[in-house]
Structures are given as C-alpha cells and as structure tokens.
Nanobody
Framework: QVQLVESGGGLVQPGGSLRLSCAASRSMFSFASMGWYRQAQGKQRELVAAITSGGSTNYADSVKGRFTISRDNAKNTVYLQMNNLKPEDTAVYYC??????????WGQGTQVTVSS
C-alpha cells in the first residue's frame, strides 16, 4: 500500500508564499507521474501541477508563472512552491501519484488559506 504524506499548508496573506511537500512511502520511480490537485469548498477537485518520471511538468493556467512543481528522488518527495498567492488559491491541496499500471493514490490533503 502506498502512503503519501503532505505537509506545509497553512494561513498566508495575499502575495505570500508557501511550499507544500509530499513524501511517498516508496521510490518515486514506482510512479509514472506525481502531482498536486486542489479542491475549494463547493467546487470540484482540479489539477494544479504534475510532473512525470522524466521530469516533464504541466500546470493549470491559473497558476502558471506562480507555482513550481519539483521532485527529489533521493527523498521520495515532490514539492509545490507557491508564490504570489491569491485568495482564490484557498483550497485543500492533495498529493497524487499514478503508478505505471495506472493505479492512483491520494494523500490526506493539506489546507491552504490565503487571507488578510
């Protein structure tokens, strides 16, 4: 069973920064891709950013230029650096991993609140 443990959420003022971390319980080479999704209250879960095993990345249009996804294979950890945060970024952020056999795994979620 794969475990994904997120950390780094919290309360931040507009324009501020946060870095989310997601530690996987096994080698990241087990996964074809890893990513971050978010779900705001009353809305559907949406993709924020993803990174493949080869290092290719893609981002939601709403976060391009502000968020950066990266990975540390030695630590089995994927990061989401979030800069210039806006109130509309407020959501629960979930780490996601997809195996080569297309099994999908989720973390428990971490709350990000952007408010003055």
């Amino acid at each position: 069973q794969v475990q994904l443990v997120e950390s780094g959420g919290g309360l931040v003022q507009p324009g501020g920064s946060l870095r989310l971390s997601c530690a996987a319980s096994r080698s990241m080479f087990s996964f074809a891709s890893m990513g971050w999704y978010r779900q705001a209250q009353g809305k559907q879960r949406e993709l924020v950013a993803a990174i493949t095993s080869g290092g290719s990345t893609n981002y939601a249009d709403s976060v391009k230029g502000r968020f950066t996804i990266s990975r540390d294979n030695a630590k089995n950890t994927v990061y989401l650096q979030m800069n210039n945060l806006k109130p509309e970024d407020t959501a629960v952020y979930y780490c996601n991993a997809r195996s080569w056999s297309q099994s999908t795994y989720w973390g428990q979620g971490t709350q990000v609140t952007v408010s003055s």
